[in-house]
């Protein structure tokens, strides 16, 4: 059983309750900064305790004291205090936000010791990368200062620039950048302008936020599904040595564009379900979709209920009709329905659809 630990706990009703993490620190009258470290806590003095409880609506005393005494509560961790918590940035992990809780992330990079660049790939057509600039440059002022953040535009054709400055940004009073990158990822990828990123964070010892254009998708080429994307082959290249996250659009397009893929190529959520169900594998099925429902495309539908089950109708995502056709010969696992016991949440009785079940044609 996983142990409880009272900090990560607050920081889950933060996130489900309060816009960002410096909204519910000024609710608590703290600085980001300290109620970051309240996250990494693995117990809280009484009175930070009630206090919390109550902008929270959840007793937390009551839980903690009875993890307390069924000995199921996490130890203090020295190292993970001392260095705050990673929440939303763990290492050698590629992260995929929504614009709704994108704030959280930046917050916490610059809340974070200063360890490595972060890289946040930026797919917002709805938005477009210069407002993600001004808004992070925000949210970093509202932590060092007006003014304490400073923007920086390159493109290709002028990195160069950037390499030269890096001894003059380093004698600035700002805290950290904010490095938009207008260029294509196809050649070097995007080597050559994280390298750099690199340089001015070691450098200068200041946070360094690089945003770069995302770009995903799927088509067919001599028959065959071909997935492209600039983030994947980056961050398996540069994984241990920079923070990576996907800033997604509203309508959800990297998650959309690479689980449709999945699917195509049977290694969707939906596959992974129906071959545990298939194999009487309740275990590896429940937590296949307690995965799944961490994806912003995931939906679930009560499409009938009774006193002791429910069916549900779960889909991965909702084909687009530019891509039904398109999609047709391979006849993709997308959604099913289970029966769900209500007391138990066990999985009673299920049964996969296919796209072409979902288009009205023939399987």
Known sequence: MEKYHIGQEILKEVKAKYPSVAAFARELCKSSSATYEIFGKTSLDTDLLLKVSKLLDRDFFREFSEKCL??????????????????????????????????????????????????????????????????????GENIFGKGMVRPLRFNSKNLADLEAQIPMLTSIPQKAFVILYNGSGLQNGYDYVILLAEKLFAASGKHVVLICSNRNGVSITNGK????????????????????????????????????????????????????????DEEGAQQYLAEARKLSTFKDTVIKSDVNMERHQISMLEVRPEDKKLLERYNPRVSMWIDIIKETGEIFDWEYSILSILLGNEA
């Not at 659009?249 to 969707?268: Q, S």
């Open 225 to 280: 599904a071909v997935y492209s994307s600039n983030v994947e082959p980056t961050f398996d290249t540069w994984k241990e040595r920079i923070f990576a996250c996907v800033l997604d659009n509203c309508e959800n397009d990297f998650v959309y564009n690479r689980e449709l893929y999945n699917a195509i190529k049977g290694r969707g959520y939906i596959d992974a379900i129906y071959h545990c169900l298939f194999e009487k």
């Open 70 to 139: 069924n000995g199921e509560v996490v130890v203090e961790d020295n190292d993970m205090t001392a260095n705050r918590v990673n929440c939303l940035l763990p290492e050698d992990e590629l992260h995929v936000f929504t614009p709704y809780n994108y704030e959280m992330v930046f917050e916490e990079y610059f809340l974070l010791p200063r360890r490595k660049p972060l890289v946040a790939f930026c797919g917002w057509k709805d938005r477009g990368e210069e407002a993600c600039v001004k808004q992070t440059c925000v949210i």
